[in-house]
């Protein structure tokens, strides 16, 4: 079965920092593509980053571009996202979120979220 | 950036009853690369439909999508109890990928 649990969300002050991981198993991690998606709170679903299931690739909505990094470990079948300078509009549940293949744009499996505060 | 528009913003309909949701989109969605993906308060979303009219692994064929171009449409034959949700449709064809605002289906 699938397994997608992230983790690293909190409470950070506008400026700061945040470093989201993604630990995935039940399938061969090092062979599909991931994305992060966020939701804001009582909003709609946001695309933020995808990463190739080789990292070669790596895309960025507008929004987080030069501000957050994605990464991946496949030998630790781990998925990040660095996220720095932090503004109260980052605030959201971040979803890790399975490409249906190496280099897949399209979706499948969605991890449970976590919880990424921006506040002073 | 392709905008998907849905409609209705919200469906009150009885378990039971057929529902239709629409997406539109401002540009035509290459290779039909659109899906149609359910979540319910407190969860994560889950895929239904991807490819436009492609049902998800073990989805209910209660279930549909059809459509191509920039109009798309998706459809609950019966709707159950358990599919009382907001529904999103999401265009992967292009970037960025981007989401519908969502239609919430609601009992009657």
């Known amino acids: 079965e699938v397994h997608l649990v992230e983790s690293g969300g909190g409470l950070v002050q506008p400026g700061g920092s945040l470093r989201l991981s993604c630990a995935a198993s039940?399938?061969?991690?090092?062979?599909?593509?991931i994305n992060w998606v966020r939701q804001a709170p009582g909003k709609g679903l946001e695309w933020v980053s995808y990463i190739s299931s080789n990292g070669d690739t790596k895309h960025y909505a507008d929004s987080v571009k030069g501000r957050f990094t994605i990464s991946r470990d496949n030998a630790q079948n781990s998925l990040y996202l660095q996220m720095n300078s932090l503004r109260a509009e980052d605030t959201a549940v971040y979803y890790c979120?399975?490409?249906?293949?190496?280099?897949?744009?399209?979706?499948?499996?969605w991890g449970q979220g976590t919880l990424v505060t921006v506040s002073s | 950036e392709i905008v998907l528009t849905q409609s209705p913003g919200t469906l009150s309909l009885s378990p039971g009853e057929r529902a239709t949701l629409s997406c539109r989109a401002s540009?035509?969605?290459?290779?039909?690369?659109l899906a149609w993906l359910q979540q319910k308060p407190g969860q994560a979303p889950r895929l239904l439909i991807h490819g436009a009219s492609s049902r998800a692994t073990g989805i209910p064929d209660r279930f549909s999508g059809s459509g191509s171009g920039t109009d798309f449409t998706f459809t609950i034959s019966r709707l159950e109890p358990e599919d009382f949700a907001v529904y999103y449709c999401?265009?992967?064809?292009?970037?960025?990928?981007?989401f519908g605002q969502g239609t919430k289906v609601e009992t009657k």
């Open positions: 039940g399938f061969t991690f090092s062979a599909y593509s």
């Open positions: 999401h265009q992967y064809g292009r970037s960025p990928r981007t």
């Open positions: 979120v399975r490409g249906s293949c190496g280099d897949c744009w399209a979706i499948d499996y």
């Open positions: 540009q035509s969605v290459d290779n039909n690369n």
